[in-house]
DNA sequence: TGTTAGCACTCAAGGAAAGCGAGTGCTAAA
DNA sequence: TTTAGCACTCGCTTTCCTTGAGTGCTAACA
């Protein structure tokens, strides 16, 4: 059977009047939106194919047709009109981002925030390393006999710092070279590898430096593990619950645990796409199953990526999003390459 | 009217009972549960009483009767059995405490996530200082021509750090003296007076200085600031849907948004004992007067006290969540006291 | 005076029955 | 290929009824 150019087209009135009301759309008031005068019948005709090719489904026997997940992603790829945003439209987003967006650790809770308020959905925010991170450099500051501050800067630009107490005093001649001892050993290699690096040099050197050494050397494995899994931000959670294919209080609960309380499996992009959509049961968690995402990542400077993404249900208002979305991360790309590190001003880049 | 004792034990079998099923209980059941022989009629005169006292509400006229605000806060206070926690329960929070609980960052969200573990409520978690944090020292770090290294140590043993691009070369060997400026003028003072004494020195250094000075005085100010309004996490917050009178989409959906994406509204503990109860109407947020919060606070070393918050439909097991709460919170005290600093090995472990 | 048995009354909850109406599939004619 | 017509399906809503748990009140009892 052949998707006609009228089938889409039917398609394509179903999908957004569903999208719109989230009711099943009947043949008659198909009809009445097609251009030119067509009688219901005719749909009605045209709908029992597309049921058939597995674009449209229905809730039961005598109720309207609604778009099944092969009919959105149909929607999505052809049908959908990708307007670009209004004036008023780009000069709200532009409007949010001025100012703000200082301290690189809070920009991407604050760009899922940003987003959410733009799109109505809920969102959810993650920022993302395209290299392994390393260490680039280390550095110890005496404090006094009982603790010294460990100093770790990171390939991205991060500095981390924490204070380290000393059982045993060490003279405090001795931390530059052991901040040396470590920028030779342990610099700009991945965190697996260090441990073994330091058992290398454990007959080396005296006891106490050891100890120290080993403190230090953990702290930056932290660091650099902790990357590996980075904390994700939502927002606007509990507004899914008024979309009415939530009202059901367990299919909403199911996906409130999901996005409150285990964010870190919430999708990532599989593709290097600017955007991505996950539609209905493409995706992967259960608890998605029943809704759809749509991805955007931006970059964020020191060759990391900043992730947004939004959660709906799968009549998830695809043209809208996907354009503010898309605008939004380009506008953020866009601003972080003006001032690739915090408070530097545009000049040559490295 | 008098509250005698027959009508004490009658408003807690009724409050536990409830507690319990969350239906209302009626005179015939009641009779059945108390000791001795009477019978149901008695106990109606009692409950016409109960009822006119305030303590018991009706949910309608032909229906069993249910604690009001008022009755919890009586059996909260003088009724409820403050009964220590049995050796397996002791055990298995001194199990999940065993481990874990390193970064001082990460403890915070930790403890919460364990006791929403513990008691089956949802809870949420943050930190407070008790006196504010001030700066402790400075240092800066050269990188290169172009950046240096600002690390500030803050009072409650923080090292923060941050890397600073600067516009103006400024030769390395500037940056010990400029370190000293900071550590004379800038520690032990609040952010608010830090503005003022920069002004103070606009005049007396060279203007390539003041650009940097500035610069590492406001990341102090941040820092600082940052404190006031402490992160706050939540643990299992879509739990609360799990309660039949959240089953109502609209009552859940109101608290899920105030804990998920309100989170800094939720009550801190307003007195200094070290467990506090709020029941219902007791609390300020609309959003909370349906619920109960049931607060304890540890200490976390440095100056810091941890919060632990639990929340609940006000038919919540105040027994059982104070007894388990209070012990929890006493052994993170106990815990921080040993090890002050992070990393701090106590003398004879392993 | 407090307690109890008895009784009429109330009211939410659950179920069955009926009517409504949106929408369908099929047939036959244009 | 399109259309009009028509019988049919089926979820929703409303109405009505029944059930049963629980009450308040009264009058008798210890």
Redesign the pocket.
Known sequence: MELTE?KKQILKIVVESYIDTA?????????EKMP?????????????DL?EMGYLE????????IPSAKGYRLYVNELMERRPLSEEEQAAINDSLRGELRQTEQVVARAGQMAQSLVNYPTYAAADHRSAVTVKRYELLPVDEASFIAVVMLSDSRVKSQLMAVDLPVEPSALPAMSHLLNTHFTAIPAREMNGKLMGLSDQVVPEWFLLLNRVVEYAGELLQDDSHTQVFTSGASRIMSFPEFRDIDKAQGLMHFMVDNKEKLPVPTTDAPMQILIGPENVSDALKESSVVMASYDIGDNMRGLIGVVGPTRMDYATVAARLSYFAESLTRMFGKRELPAKEEEGNP
Do not use: D, F, V, Y
């Not at 067509?38 to 749909?43: E, F, G, L």
């Open positions: 009228r009711e099943p759309l009947g043949s008659k008031a198909i009809a030119g005068k067509i009688s219901s019948a005719t749909i009605r005709n045209e709908l029992a049921g229905q809730p039961h026997t005598s109720a309207g047709r």
